[in-house]
Nanobody, 128 residues
């Protein structure tokens, strides 16, 4: 599976961005993949942002983004989206989408090692 993330950019604090991640090569089984978003700020480790199961009615968020970010998926388009509202300077990072065909328990969804496939990342910069 190949993942292509897009939608990053420069935005002022309080603004919004929508990230997209398009998957290819899933052979029509995209709905079976658990998808995740992670981010990595300069000098920091990669951290979990959100994850969504194939059914799309089970979504997990990091405490730092809950209530501001919304994760969704369109299985017909093999694409997931991360709507980011009320952005803060501390949201500045490279955002990566990730995928796994396994069915990890919820606690493992926050571990980057759970995911088998990664996109190239898209940079989000939030100015104060």
């Amino acid at each position: 599976v190949q993942l292509q993330a897009s939608g990053g950019g420069l935005v002022q604090a309080g603004g919004s961005l929508r990230l997209s991640c398009a998957a290819s090569g899933s052979g029509g089984t995209f709905r079976n993949y658990v998808m995740g978003w992670f981010r990595q700020a300069p000098g920091k480790e990669r951290e979990f942002v959100a994850a969504i199961r194939g059914s799309s009615n089970i979504i997990y968020y990091a405490d730092s983004v809950r209530g501001r970010f919304t994760f969704s998926r369109d299985n017909g388009k093999n694409t997931v989206y991360l709507q980011m509202n009320s952005l803060k300077p501390e949201d500045t990072a490279i955002y990566y989408c990730a995928a796994t065909k396994s069915r990890p328990i919820s606690t493992m969804l926050r571990d980057p090692g759970t995911y088998d496939y990664w996109g190239q990342g898209t940079l989000v910069t939030v100015s104060s």
